[in-house]
C-alpha cells in the first residue's frame, strides 16, 4: 500500500485527487493539506511515501517548500499542475530541485475522469524512486569533460544518430548527458514521457544551456549533426530516411506501453531506418517501454546502451532492456556521455562503398 498526502490550496482539487486515487486499491490516502506549512506538520505526523504537490499555494510556493524538503527531509515528489506556459517552466524548476513526476491537473490536458490513471501510474512510479548521492549534483556545463574536447573532429556526418529514451527522472539525466555533448554531436532524438506544454519548455530549458541546439521536434525536421530533436508531448516520433539525410515524422496513434510519445515506437524506427549507424541509450524510467526497441536497434547492428541501477531514479525500463538483453554496455549516468561519444568514434559508415583497387 502506498500512503499518499495531497498538498493542494484547492479544497475541490484535493476532494478529487483523494475521490480518484481511492478507486486504486494499492494506493491510500492518508491525508491532505492546504499549504506547505499544514503539509509539514502531517508528513511528521503521517510519514506518507509520496507526495503531490501543486506549484500555487499561499504562504509559501510549491517550488519553495519542494526545495527545503529536499534539502532536509527528501521524499518522492509528484507535481500536479495546470497546463500553462508558465506552470511548464515552474514543473521543470520543480524536477530540477527533486520532483519526480509532473502531470496535468483536472480541466488542463486530463479530464477528472482520466487523471486518475494518469496520477496513480505516476505515484507508483515516485513509490519506486531512490536519490541516489549524485541526484541533487547541478549538471554540468559544456565544455567541463575533457574526455569529450579531443574528438568533436569525429562527428562531421549526416550518416550517424544517437537515440535515447528515458521517463521517471530522465529530465534530470538527459540534462546530464546533453551538456556534456560537442556542438557537432550526430543528430540526436529523443523521447521523454512528458505531457504536452512541458516538453517545449523542457526544450528551450535544455537549448539554453547545451553545445548542441535542442529542440521540440515538428513534423520531417530533418537530424543533423548539431541538433536534438525532443518528441512533443502525446505525439508519438519516428526516425524516418531519404538519400542520405534522416528526418523526423510526428504522429498520432495508438499509445505504447500506455505512452504517448512511446521510446519503443521511435527505437523501431530508427533500427529500421538507421541500423548499424546508430547509438541507442534507455536511461531511468519506470516500466518497459524501450527495451524491446534497444533490442530491435542492437539486432540491427546498433550500439546500445543501459543506464545502471544506482544512477537510475528508477531501474525499470533499463532493467528489462538488461533482462531482455538488449543492452551491449550497463553505464553510470556520468559515463554516458563518454560512451556515446566513443560509440559514434568506433562506427564505421555503413552507406560508404568500398571502391576496388587498381592498377
Not at 499542475?81 to 524536477?95: G, R, V
Not at 506544454?197 to 548539431?226: Q, S, Y
Request: neutral net charge; proline residues 6%.
Amino acid at each position: 500500500m502506498i500512503k499518499v498526502l495531497i498538498v493542494d490550496d484547492s479544497a475541490l482539487v484535493r476532494r478529487i485527487l483523494t475521490e480518484e486515487l481511492g478507486q486504486h486499491k494499492d494506493i491510500e490516502v492518508v491525508g491532505s493539506a492546504m499549504d506547505p506549512y499544514v503539509a509539514r506538520e502531517k508528513i511528521i505526523e503521517l510519514k506518507p511515501d509520496v507526495i503531490t504537490l501543486d506549484l500555487e499555494m499561499p504562504r509559501m510556493d510549491g517550488l519553495s517548500f519542494l526545495a527545503r524538503l529536499m534539502k532536509h527531509f527528501p521524499l518522492p515528489v509528484v507535481v500536479v499542475s495546470s497546463l500553462t506556459p508558465k506552470n511548464s517552466e515552474n514543473a521543470l524548476m520543480a524536477l530540477q530541485l527533486g520532483a519526480v513526476e509532473v502531470i496535468c491537473k483536472p480541466g488542463s490536458a486530463y479530464s477528472t475522469q482520466n487523471i486518475s490513471t494518469e496520477l496513480a501510474k505516476a505515484i507508483r512510479a515516485a513509490s519506486f524512486a531512490k536519490f541516489s548521492k549524485n541526484f541533487n549534483q547541478a549538471a554540468r556545463r559544456p565544455g567541463d569533460n575533457p574526455t569529450l574536447s579531443g574528438r568533436i573532429s569525429l562527428f562531421n556526418t549526416t550518416s550517424k544518430i544517437v537515440a535515447i529514451g528515458a521517463s521517471t527522472g530522465g529530465t534530470r539525466a538527459i540534462e546530464a548527458i546533453l551538456t556534456q555533448l560537442p556542438s557537432d554531436m550526430p543528430g540526436i532524438a529523443m523521447v521523454q514521457h512528458m505531457p504536452p506544454v512541458f516538453t517545449t519548455g523542457f526544450a528551450e530549458r535544455l537549448n539554453r544551456i547545451c553545445a548542441i541546439e535542442v529542440r521540440e521536434a515538428k513534423d520531417r525536421d530533418c537530424l543533423e549533426p548539431g541538433v536534438a530533436l525532443l518528441a512533443p508531448g502525446n505525439f508519438h516520433m519516428l526516425v524516418e530516411k531519404s538519400g542520405a539525410k534522416y528526418y523526423v515524422r510526428i504522429k498520432q496513434g495508438p499509445p505504447v506501453h500506455h505512452q504517448r510519445p512511446s521510446v519503443d515506437v521511435m527505437f523501431n524506427s530508427v533500427a529500421s531506418a538507421v541500423g548499424p549507424n546508430a547509438v541507442g541509450a534507455l536511461l531511468t524510467g519506470m516500466g518497459a517501454d524501450g527495451a524491446k526497441g534497444l533490442l530491435a536497434m542492437k539486432e540491427n547492428g546498433a550500439h546500445t546502451i543501459a543506464q545502471d541501477e544506482q544512477t537510475s531514479v528508477v531501474f525499470g525500463m533499463p532493467r528489462e532492456a538488461i533482462r531482455l538483453e538488449a543492452h551491449q554496455e550497463v553505464m553510470a549516468l556520468q559515463d554516458i556521455p563518454d560512451g556515446l561519444v566513443k560509440a559514434i568514434s568506433r562506427k564505421k559508415d555503413s552507406t560508404r562503398q568500398t571502391q576496388p583497387l587498381t592498377d
